[in-house]
């Protein structure tokens, strides 16, 4: 596989993980790096959030396995891997009445444990957090009163306030407008140049192409590609898993991607 | 949910408690005078010189109410940190104690102790059978819920119904099976009332109560993590099953205790926490002490109202803590309402 980087933080070494009786990833091996930003795309129901949880630690595989920093995630105690991995998927299992704040504070568990008090470098995470998240302004405010792209950036917020060595965010501009996915992204650009490692699911195709360096295209629950976007995107793998025409045109030196329905077969 | 505002309603409640179970210990049937009850009090503690009240008045004060009012304070503090640790627990604002079986496993056991005649050999026999009855039916769901139900939220939830309806149709059986005389006895218990009861409940009880709160307390932030939903708090870093089965057993043990101590005294668990959310937040460590001081508050007002409301007969407690808390939550709908 192309680019895989020498010293991964986070790999996934012929990952299978079954949901039920279902084998939902198969056979996934993928590293990601210190300051890498990595978009996992592929079709609904490829795998991606099950893979993304694995990665995580919240799913056993069925077979092979996840490591950190060369460690087998299954001989990581639960609170090292929270205080190097943080998840930020969509949810709205989060209490309404918390407040954007708190729930970041809470980011903190994994440093501090239920008893610790928390000290002056954990009020700095949550407050760098909220901060870069953008969501200062409403920190104040209860869930329960912000629109489904808040409550996203909060829950960034949180992960954010995680300081971890690895992001691993699901489908994380899912309700934002332009503006806040611009500034989403930027957000993630500025942690992985601190050295952060970044996954994330992206659905939108020529977002994913302009943030990440690497693609990995997942389709029936295997890697189907993966590389530079523009490669991955060019090839017949993901034409195939998307079953759509993919063009690429150039607009200002920098690539457009159009995207047409494949012309039903004949018969 | 501004700092300020919290503290103010933290201050307030920690100061309507002494000054509501003031009140309580000098109302009543023989009402004492309030300077003669703290003089006599102060003395108690080790200030003051001497005896301020008359020798019948002291032992009305020291020997029936004191115990009384402080239990009723325990009781009502405990029901309400179990219902707002529940409510965290299962992410719902109308969980209580009668979910893990608690209420119906205490009146099977209460009911079984006067049916073989234990409870007139000792007066404790009966809070015991209660609270073992209620501790058998907390354990019976934990067991049926890991074996059926995967120990999912909704295994236990549905669990705790069947365990209750089993419960309740034991202790119907077991009624109907009693001499009638005694089925008073019963049916008293299950109003729920401190009528009768001393220093001894409060030292069993109490202690119990207290040492489970004490420790639900110091792990108020287990409790909000959990409430963020299972998968976020697994990427946390949090043991969910075993942390939240934790919570569970504390919990029961609370609720258990307070059950058995007082009977059934309903709706403290689901006011106090609900009237308390806007203003203290849900976080564990703002509502637990501030939800404790305002079920505090509301049993020993309730129990005061059992005893000065009507003049001929003692009400049960549990009538009147419904009496307040169902209008109380029939206001909040229209409130939720007109908001929406």
Request: proline residues 6%.
């Amino acid at each position: 596989m192309s680019g895989t980087p020498a010293t991964a933080i986070l790999e996934a070494d012929g990952l299978s993980v079954r949901r039920g009786a279902r084998l939902v990833v198969d056979s996934v091996s993928l590293a990601l790096g210190a300051g890498e930003a990595v978009a996992l795309i592929g079709p609904n129901a490829a795998g991606k959030s099950t893979l993304v949880r694995a990665l995580a630690g919240l799913l056993a595989p069925a077979a092979g396995e996840v490591r950190l920093r060369g460690r087998s995630l299954r001989d990581c105690p639960r609170d090292a891997v929270a205080r190097a991995i943080a998840l930020v998927a969509p949810d709205e299992a989060a209490p309404a009445t918390i407040t954007v704040a708190e729930r970041a504070r809470l980011g903190r568990y994994p440093h501090r444990g239920p008893l610790r008090p928390f000290t002056a470098e954990d009020e700095a995470a949550v407050t760098r957090a909220l901060a870069r998240a953008g969501v200062q302004p409403l920190a104040d405010r209860p869930l329960a009163t912000l629109s489904a792209g808040e409550r996203q950036l909060a829950a960034l917020a949180r992960g954010l306030a995680q300081e971890p060595a690895v992001l691993l965010l699901d489908e994380p501009a899912a309700h934002l407008d332009i503006g806040h996915q611009l500034r989403l992204f930027r957000v993630l650009d500025e942690v992985r140049r601190e050295g952060v490692g970044v996954l994330a699911v992206v659905h939108d195709l020529p977002r994913a192409a302009a943030w990440a360096e690497r693609l990995v295209l997942l389709a029936r629950g295997r890697v189907a590609a993966e590389g530079a976007p523009a490669s991955v995107l060019a090839g017949p793998a993901a034409a195939a898993a998307f079953e759509v025409c993919i063009r690429a045109e150039h607009l200002g030196g920098r690539p457009v991607y159009l995207f047409d329905e494949q012309p039903t077969p004949r018969g | 949910m501004s700092a300020q505002r919290r503290r103010r309603v933290l201050l307030g409640l920690g100061v309507a408690l002494p000054v509501v179970m003031l009140v309580a210990v000098s109302a009543g049937s023989v009402p004492l005078p309030l300077s003669g009850v703290l003089a006599s009090l102060l003395h108690g503690a080790g200030i003051g010189a001497g005896a301020a009240l008359p020798p019948s008045s002291e032992t009305i004060l020291w020997v029936v109410r004191l115990p009384r009012v402080l239990l009723a304070a325990v009781v009502g503090g405990g029901l309400a940190v179990v219902g707002a640790t529940l409510q965290s627990v299962f992410r719902n604002p109308l969980a209580d104690s009668g979910l893990l079986g608690v209420g119906a496993g205490a009146a099977l056991g209460a009911v079984a102790a006067v049916r073989l005649g234990w409870a007139g050999t000792s007066f404790l026999a009966l809070p015991f059978a209660a609270f073992a009855g209620a501790m058998v039916a907390v354990l019976l769901l934990y067991a049926l819920s890991q074996s059926l139900g995967g120990g999912t939220l909704h295994g236990l939830l549905l669990t705790g119904i069947s365990v209750s309806a089993l419960a309740a149709a034991g202790t119907s059986m077991l009624l109907v099976a009693t001499e009638e005389f005694r089925v008073k006895t019963v049916l008293f218990w299950l109003a729920g009332g401190l009528d009768g009861r001393g220093w001894v409940h409060l030292r069993i009880g109490g202690l119990v109560m207290l040492g489970g709160c004490a420790i639900l307390f110091a792990g108020a932030r287990v409790l909000d993590v959990l409430s963020l939903g299972d998968e976020e708090a697994a990427a946390l870093g949090m043991p969910v099953h075993s942390a939240r089965l934790a919570l569970l057993a504390l919990a029961a043990l609370v609720a258990g205790a307070a059950t058995a101590t007082a009977g059934s005294v309903p709706f403290v668990g689901l006011v106090a926490p609900h009237a308390l959310r806007p203003v203290a937040g849900s976080l564990g460590r703002h509502l637990l002490p501030a939800a404790f001081l305002a079920g505090a508050v509301l049993v020993v007002l309730a129990d005061l109202g059992t005893r000065v409301i009507s003049a001929n007969v003692d009400l049960p407690l549990g009538s009147v803590t419904a009496f307040v808390g169902a209008p109380y939550f029939l206001l909040a709908l229209r409130h939720a309402d007109a908001r929406t």
